[in-house]
């Protein structure tokens, strides 16, 4: 099973700002890599896949990169709705499809 | 537009039994692989549990395999989880989950339904 291993746990910074993720694979998993938004009290929502494909409706302010087992993903400026929790998630050797323990963008 | 819809959740004693409803509707529910995710309270997401479109294929996370049985009725558009044996540990969201066959994410969710395992 492939670990999945994010940082920093929590993201703190004011709205405007630049936010860089961290997600680190155990193994390669080339470009099989995701990004969820999860606001308090809802769904996962896709933001990207293939590591750097937006989903439809994302805002270009969200940007991913990577490959192998680093990646990344950035919000250029953040928003006041940007203010939630990510998840990675590798798609690549499953099952299980595995995530990562999640960041906490939170408001500074 | 894909709708997911969860049901079935609630309190249950330990040891007990619940079983989770899926209703999907918005697409061919037939020809897509179905999932099972959940999330402790507080906690990040776990894989529970997934099946294929024809329903013959299934995989269980250790945590949950000899106890929870995955299945599906494509005639109704419905997603089953069959949860036995419960345990305190098994209180969570749960939420089901599309995506594409082959190396895909999750491109459509649940709002889930609450598993609560107490005395």
């Known amino acids: 099973e492939i670990v999945m291993t994010q940082s920093p746990a929590t993201l703190s910074l004011s709205p405007g700002e630049r936010a860089t993720l961290s997600c680190r694979a155990s193994?390669?998993?080339?470009?099989?890599l995701a990004w969820y938004q999860q606001k308090p009290g809802q769904a996962p929502r896709l933001l990207i896949y293939?590591?750097?494909t937006r989903a439809t409706g994302v805002p270009a302010r969200f940007s991913g990169s990577g490959s192998g087992t680093e990646f990344t993903l950035t919000i250029s400026s953040l928003q006041s709705e940007d203010f939630a929790v990510y998840y990675c998630q590798q798609y690549k050797n499953w099952p299980p499809l595995t995530f990562g323990g999640g960041t906490k963008v939170e408001i500074k | 537009e894909v709708q997911l819809l969860e049901s079935g959740g609630g309190l249950v004693q330990p040891g007990g039994s619940l079983r989770l409803s899926c209703a999907a509707s918005?697409?061919?529910?037939?020809?897509?692989?179905m999932y099972w995710v959940r999330q402790a309270p507080g906690q990040g997401l776990e894989y529970v549990s997934g099946i294929n479109a024809g329903g013959r294929n299934t995989h269980y996370a250790a945590s949950v395999k000899g106890r929870f049985t995955i299945s599906r009725d494509n005639s109704k558009n419905t997603l089953y989880l069959q949860m036995s044996s419960l345990r305190a540990e098994d209180t969570a969201v749960y939420y089901c989950?599309?995506?594409?066959?082959?190396?895909?994410?999750?491109?459509?969710w649940g709002r889930g339904t609450l598993v609560s395992v107490s005395s």
């Open positions: 293939d590591t750097s």
């Open positions: 193994q390669s998993i080339s470009s099989n």
């Open positions: 989950a599309k995506k594409n066959a082959g190396d895909y994410p999750f491109d459509n």
């Open positions: 918005g697409f061919t529910f037939s020809t897509y692989a």
